[in-house]
């Protein structure tokens, strides 16, 4: 389905048609990483109706929107956001592939500490898998962290 | 927007009106219905949200799309499991972008469930 011209529409608005309009996707990819070496890997996931909008197109602001916000929320006396416009002014970015979703994802909801500097120690911070990768139970789950075999 | 209606209150015919005020705040921006205890957790439906972070035995995070306007929204949670579970919304750990949750066995130990259901009430960004 064609996405309307949603240049200047509040984003509420557009996931709410894309709610009605586009059925959700489920990805296969999975995103594993560590932020911290005192606790297991963590697993991002995509959200299908999320997903759903990446694909599509012209719904999604460009993923700089979020880093400007989180930057807001970084300051010591944040309160409130003050600069949400920029959500539903800034021109939404175009169709996605599956792949370049899950990197727009990693970069919005993956703290940048991880993303930024991922390969850069002994081993990696962070693997983008498929889900046959992960093991299919969660027994001893709070022990999990990346192996060698998926990081290659 | 094409198909806007401006209007402050609704009226009933018989049962009175409320202020569209009331609607717009007191509706859930966003909300979840997901599966938590299988390996990856998987989501049945959604609205608002653009992923789940798995960050261990019951514990969750849910990120917004349209992200909060303050981090001091209300957010609330449920879980379902076999023998006793429940499920909060750990709100110190809220951000403007993302919903903390985590469920619990009656012993008072981390536990996947079966049934995780969240949303959130507030305003947005």
């Given amino acids: ?152 | 927007m094409a198909g806007t209606i401006v209007a402050d209150d609704i009226q009933h015919s018989t049962a009175g009106s409320v202020g569209t005020e009331y609607v717009v705040n007191g509706s859930a921006k966003a909300w979840i219905h997901f599966v938590g205890n299988v390996n990856p957790p998987t989501t049945q439906d959604s609205h608002n949200f653009s992923s789940i972070t798995d960050s261990g035995t019951g514990n969750f995070e849910l990120s917004f799309t349209n992200s909060m306007s303050a981090a001091t929204y209300g957010g609330c949670c449920n879980g379902d499991t076999w023998g006793g579970s429940t499920t909060f919304n750990d709100g110190g750990s809220n951000t403007t972008s993302a919903l903390s949750i985590g469920g619990w066995n009656d012993a008072g130990a981390r536990q996947d469930q079966a049934v995780m259901t969240a949303m959130a009430m507030g305003d947005l960004a």
């Avoid at chain 1, 240049?7 to 990819?29: I, M």
């Avoid at chain 1, 990483?33 to 890997?41: T, W």
């Avoid at chain 1, 956001?81 to 979703?101: D, I, K, N």
Wanted: glycine share 4%; hydrophobic share 35%; net charge negative.
């Fill in chain 1, 1 to 152: 389905m064609q996405t309307p011209d949603f240049k200047g529409t509040y984003l509420f608005d557009r996931l709410g048609w894309a709610k009605q309009n586009l059925e959700p996707v489920q990805s296969d990819y999975r995103v594993v990483y560590e932020d911290s070496v005192d606790e297991c890997a963590k697993i991002l996931v995509a959200d299908p109706n999320w997903m759903a909008c990446a694909l599509a197109g012209n719904i999604l602001p460009p993923v700089w929107v979020y880093w400007e916000l989180a930057k807001d929320e970084a300051q010591p006396d944040f309160k409130k956001h003050t600069r949400g416009y920029l959500l539903h002014e800034t021109e939404p970015v175009g169709p996605m592939t599956e792949e370049e979703a899950i990197e727009y994802l990693i970069q919005k909801d993956i703290p940048q500490s991880v993303w930024q500097g991922w390969d850069d120690g002994n081993r990696p911070k962070m693997v983008i898998c498929k889900k046959e990768q992960l093991p299919q139970t969660r027994t001893w789950r709070n022990a999990w962290r990346i192996s060698d075999e998926l990081a290659a």
